[in-house]
């Protein structure tokens, strides 16, 4: 399926629509196979010990994923995730951008399913991994 939102459009829906995470989180890129999302921690991210906590970690695979959906159906602000899953197996550097690579399974009418990777800048080790489900609303 072709692209409907590209990197501009998607950053213009997260300035208008989701604003409260367009101070923490970039669109990297944009492609027809995956959408990628970049965190710089702050102090906000960090959890003792100096790593990026797991909430922050969570954040960029739901965003990264949600802005993949959108990618395909176009701005949709209503859809929601309904299931989540992640696996955390590597600590991140605490001072060091993150990025979340989204990419979509199963992409259907009321349902989207996909997965996120996360990993640290320049490195191919997956930090966590994210599977999600998204309700998509039925259009009007």
Do not use: W
């Not at 990197?7 to 989180?25: G, N, R």
């Not at 669109?27 to 965190?39: A, I, P, W």
């Not at 993150?98 to 320049?122: D, F, H, M, P, S």
């Amino acid at each position: 399926m072709a692209l409907v939102m590209d990197k501009a459009a998607i950053e213009a829906f997260m300035a208008q629509e989701f604003a409260q995470v367009a101070d923490v989180l970039s669109v990297h890129e944009v492609r027809e196979d995956c959408v990628t999302l970049k965190l710089i921690p702050t102090e906000a991210h960090l959890r003792p010990g100096g790593t990026v906590s797991g909430p922050s970690m969570f954040m960029l695979a739901d965003v990264a994923l949600y802005f993949a959906i959108l990618s395909r159906i176009g701005p949709v602000a209503l859809a929601v995730t309904t299931n989540a899953h992640i696996d955390f197996m590597r600590k991140p550097e605490g001072g060091e951008p993150i990025y979340g690579e989204a990419t979509i399974l199963k992409l259907g009418r009321n349902l989207a399913v996909g997965q996120v990777a996360i990993r640290n800048a320049g490195s191919d080790d997956v930090l966590a991994q994210a599977s999600l489900t998204y309700a998509i609303p039925p259009k009007r």
